[in-house]
Antibody, heavy 116, light 107 residues
Framework: QIQLVQSGPELKKPGESLKISCKAS????????MQWVKQAPGKGLQYMGW????????TYADDFKERFVFSLETSASTAYLQINNLKNEDTATYFC?????????WGQGVMVTVSS | DIQMTQSPSSLPASLGDRVTITCRAS??????LRWFQQKPGKSPRLMIY???NLAAGVPSRFSGSRSGSDYSLTISSLESEDMADYYC?????????FGSGTKLEIK
C-alpha cells in the first residue's frame, strides 16, 4: 500500500537548521510530485510548495521562498524539507503529501519546535 | 496567487443538521477544488475532488457543488464523527492554496 513516512519530532534553537525526510513506498516515486504543507499550532493548513520528482525542480509559495529548501534522494524514494536559520514562527507540524487526481496520501507530520 | 476565501470559520451544529461550508476563489479555478477533513492530531483526509466527486470511502452524506466561483461542501445529516476541521484546496494554479478552514463543532 502507498505510504509516506516522515522523520521524527525536532527541537531546535533559533538560528539552527534542520532537515525533515519523507520516505515514499508503494508506488513509483518519480511518477508524482511531492507537496509540502505547514500547520502552526492551532492554525490552518498552509501550502508551502512542491517538488517535481522527475526533475528535482522545486516551486515555493511566496512565504517560503527564503530559508526553505525542497530536495530529493530519488534512489531512496525520499523527499526532504530543509529549513535554515530557524525562527520561533517556524514552530509547526510539517506534512509531505501526494495530492493528485482522485487520491491523496499524506505523511504523519513532523512536529518542529523552535525555542531558545 | 489565487486566494480561497472560506466561510464560516466556525460552525456550531447539532447532530442530524444539514450543514454547508463555502469557498470562494479569487479567479477561475474550474473544478480544480478539493475538500479535506482534519481531526486533531491527524493528517488531512481527502473528502471531495474535482469539486463534486466523492473520494473513496467517504460517506454519501458528504457532497460537493459549484456555483460560479463558489464551491460548497455539504453534509446532509451531521454525525458525531463529522466533527472536525474542513479545508478547501485549489490546485488549478501553482502554488496551490488552502482556504482558512472551518471548525465544525457540536452546538
Amino acid at each position: 500500500q502507498i505510504q509516506l513516512v516522515q522523520s521524527g519530532p525536532e527541537l531546535k534553537k533559533p538560528g539552527e537548521s534542520l532537515k525533515i525526510s519523507c520516505k515514499a513506498s508503494g508506488y513509483t516515486f518519480t511518477d508524482y510530485a511531492m507537496q509540502w504543507v505547514k500547520q502552526a499550532p492551532g492554525k490552518g493548513l498552509q501550502y508551502m510548495g512542491w517538488i517535481n520528482t522527475q526533475t528535482g525542480k522545486p516551486t515555493y509559495a511566496d512565504d517560503f521562498k527564503e530559508r526553505f529548501v525542497f530536495s530529493l534522494e530519488t534512489s531512496a524514494s525520499t523527499a526532504y524539507l530543509q529549513i535554515n536559520n530557524l525562527k520561533n514562527e517556524d514552530t509547526a507540524t510539517y506534512f509531505c503529501a501526494r495530492v493528485y487526481g482522485y487520491n491523496s496520501y499524506w505523511g504523519q507530520g513532523v512536529m518542529v519546535t523552535v525555542s531558545s | 496567487d489565487i486566494q480561497m476565501t472560506q466561510s464560516p470559520s466556525s460552525l456550531p451544529a447539532s447532530l442530524g443538521d444539514r450543514v454547508t461550508i463555502t469557498c470562494r476563489a479569487s479567479q477561475d479555478i474550474g473544478n480544480y477544488l478539493r475538500w479535506f477533513q482534519q481531526k486533531p492530531g491527524k493528517s488531512p483526509r481527502l473528502m471531495i475532488y474535482g469539486a463534486t466527486n466523492l473520494a473513496a470511502g467517504v460517506p454519501s452524506r458528504f457532497s460537493g457543488s459549484r456555483s460560479g466561483s463558489d464551491y460548497s461542501l455539504t453534509i446532509s445529516s451531521l454525525e458525531s464523527e463529522d466533527m472536525a476541521d474542513y479545508y478547501c484546496l485549489q490546485s488549478k494554479e501553482s502554488p496551490f492554496t488552502f482556504g482558512s478552514g472551518t471548525k465544525l463543532e457540536i452546538k
